[in-house]
């Protein structure tokens, strides 16, 4: 047997502290670290390494820090082992610790999927950006970023935890600026209705730098969802804007009925008609003709997105109107009115004919 240096036992627990990891992390990382220095010292000594050396073991006594090497339960720890297992098993056991460690923070990020960070950019490597995040360092490939935003160094931001990923450099955190999910979690950040249950976010639809559309619905009585994310005064939804860089956000009610649905996603456009094909899931909405371009949206951004958010085809028509209509607006015409008008001018007409054969 070999007595390990008295700080292998002393600064267990510190370093398993320092790590984040647990003991039998550290003893096992030391346990791996003894068997390499003791197949190095059988090179060191001219020997030939056994075949059957994946069946030896090394024993710890978390106590005592005291290291054995065994073959078949028989003790082979060589003379003088202890000052040689020092030397070559530091790096080893460094290297395993990294590893655990590097593990450790993996998992506690894996829980975080999903949610909403801050961070502040590190460096940038090419178009991809790497986040520093506390323990874990977070990267934001071009897929990512916002179209033409501008990213510094040292800029803090929020991020979202979009998923743990396998490199050849090993897991990466991916996070995102452009996901959707980031809006989701911005709000559920400023609206208390979110975090308590009573308001839903049920989709989104969004093109991120530009436009926004949520659909939410309430789950408790009396609390309007619309009202809930926008917050008095706008002062919610202006808090989200600010930390997207002033992306326009359109909040709606989500229906369980496509025709309410699609016509509020349509919004800022009103007045619509909403026909639907249920079959080939196509709704034809017709819209007059001076809310037409809101409906639309620049370069079609604003159906394109309430296509998104209710999932169907929207085909957008302007609504007719009747001929003869311009004309009517400048002399109106008695067949053109309702009833209450036509018989208001009738009477007028007769009292003109009146005052006239008076006048004779």
Known sequence: MAQARTEFAAALNQIASEKGV???????????????AYRKDLT?????????????????????????ILKDKENVTPPGFARIAASIARQVIMQKLNEAEKGAIMGEFEEKVGTIVSGAI??????????????????????????????????RLKFYIKEIKDSGRG???????ADP?????????EVPEIQSGSVEVVVIAREAGNRTKIAAKSTQDGVDPVGSLVGQ??????????????????????????TRFIAAALS???DVTVTLNEEQKVATVKVPNDQLSLAIGKGGQNVRLAAKLTGWKIDIEGA??????????????????????????QSDENQDTNEDDKSK
């Open 268 to 270: 800022p456009a009103k």
């Open 44 to 68: 060191l000594r001219n020997e030939e390494i056994p075949e059957d050396f994946e069946e030896f073991t090394a024993t710890v006594d978390p106590a005592s820090g005291e290291i054995s």
């Open 181 to 189: 999910g980031l809006v989701k979690g911005l709000f559920a950040l």
């Open 233 to 258: 005064k706008g002062v919610r939804v202006q808090a989200v804007m600010a930390e997207l860089g002033e992306e326009k956000i359109d909040i709606v009610s989500f229906s369980e009925d496509p």
């Open 171 to 177: 897991p990466q955190v991916i996070v995102s600026r």
């Open 122 to 155: 590190q460096r940038q490597e090419g178009n991809t950006y790497f986040i520093d995040l506390g323990r874990a360092e977070g990267v934001m490939p071009p897929s990512e970023q916002v179209p033409d935003a501008l990213y510094h160094q040292g800029q």
């Open 22 to 36: 647990d003991v039998s992390v550290v003893l096992e990382a030391i346990r791996s670290a003894a068997l390499a």
């Open 320 to 345: 007719e109107e009747p001929a003869g209509t311009a004309e009517q607006k400048e002399q109106p015409q008695i067949g053109a009115q309702p009833a209450d008008d036509i018989s208001t001018t």
